[in-house]
């Protein structure tokens, strides 16, 4: 138990600062580049890379990857195997979905925001298309990340997606000036790298060799775990096609105003929700790995289950009271917060005004949005008693 509140803590460190720098991220985009039509193009652009890579990789870590990976993970030789054969696949993949959208980049873009200024829509089809490399890499960094988690080495992937953060940042600040908008693009592809070249020092003695065993059990496997994940996301991909495409019809700037408010809705959950579930999945799993123990016996075990249900309702009784608060106090001051966070540069009062009020709109989902993360998190509890 104590490795497993220790591995917690990391990965709720690495998701805090994750959250910091993408609050960073979004400010240093604000000052650098307002909100307009070439940042609306960056916003549907780097969508594209983020659906992919959600659809095909991100949704299948913790649902299919990690708990194949660890079923794997006594024997070397087979979990190397395993890995040498999904980084194969991965690859391939997602280089031949990353050809065939950038060839139709533009009715990718037309389908994303089909109202989009001919401005912004000329601006965005050679973002994706440069975006797209970072789906193969951070594609391949996801792979990375499951068999980390499996082998229990959380340190370099919990901080995963800081550093793609940081390679934003750092392409922003220093490319602005010659490339402009397009500096953002050229941060995701050094962001995603980094991403990659993070993990690679935790995997030790790699013996990757290139290799396409699809006939492994474990690859049936992950592809029966992942099935019913895909479709939930799916789901997902449907709502944000469907927001980018309402708000390309909007003012100039709309969709770039609705990423700022984003972010801001965003960090409190990564504070409150991401935290308290992390705190209380080591004690959920030990009273449903006991629960587990008693009904293989063939008996009951009240005070386990008891024990699995106050525990859930103390997290979400946390929730509710740092959240609700929390929330009232956002919505009473969004204006001096988004002025404090974002007015500089080229971010002035209307876009501060203009941010506020998307702000406004999205609030109330926050105690909402955080429960619906800690009980996304449950299962987590069983899956680690049946790995």
Known sequence: MRSVAIAAAVIALG??????????????????????????????????????????????????LVPVFVDSAEDEDR??????????????????????????APVVVGLLASRLSDEARAA?????????????????????????????RVTLPAFAVAVYNGGVIVGALLFHQTLGV??????????????LLLQLPGLGRLRYRPALELHRPEIRAILRLYGPVALGMIVTIVGIVI????????????????????????FPLGLVATATSFAVLPLLSKHASTLAAAVADGRSDDEAASGYRETLRFGARIVLLLMLPATVGLIVLREPLVQLLFERGRF?????????????????????????QLLIDVPLAHGAIRR
């Not at 440069?130 to 594609?139: E, K, N, S």
């Not at 397009?182 to 995603?192: E, I, N, P, T």
């Not at 927001?243 to 965003?266: C, F, H, K, P, W």
Request: net charge neutral; proline share 2%; glycine share 8%.
């Open 79 to 104: 979990l190397w195997r395993l890995l040498s054969t999904m980084l194969t696949l991965a690859a391939l993949v997602l280089a031949a979905v990353a050809v065939v959208l950038g060839l139709f």
């Open 182 to 195: 397009y500096a953002l693009v050229l941060g995701v592809v050094l962001g995603a790298a980094g991403q």
């Open 124 to 152: 965005a089809i050679p973002m994706v298309r440069v975006m797209l490399v970072a789906v193969v890499l951070q594609g391949l960094a996801g792979i990375l990340t499951a068999v980390l988690y499996a082998r229990r």
């Open 15 to 64: 998701n805090v600062v994750s959250r910091l720098l993408g609050l960073v991220r979004e400010q240093v985009m604000a000052a650098l580049f307002g909100a307009t039509a070439a940042t609306d193009a960056f916003v549907v652009a780097s969508a594209v890379p983020q659906i992919v890579y959600d659809l095909l990789v991100g949704g299948a870590i913790t649902a299919a």
């Open 243 to 266: 927001d980018r495409n309402l708000a390309s019809g909007l003012a100039e700037g709309s969709l770039s105003v609705m990423n700022y408010a984003t972010r801001l809705i965003q």
């Open 348 to 372: 002035g009062e209307i876009e501060t005004a203009r941010t506020a009020l998307v702000f406004l709109a999205y609030a109330p989902q926050l105690p909402l949005t955080a429960l619906d």
